[in-house]
């Protein structure tokens, strides 16, 4: 929405994080 609580740049980034997060996890339990 526009509350403009949470901006869009932050929920970008924080999505582009948690994906990487579950990449990373997915690449070592697979090494694992």
Known sequence: G???SFPP???AWLGN???AL???Y???SVRH
């Open 2 to 4: 526009k509350g403009g």
């Open 9 to 11: 740049f932050l929920a």
């Open 17 to 19: 994080f948690i994906f």
């Open 22 to 24: 579950v990449g990373v």
């Open 26 to 28: 997915l690449l070592l």
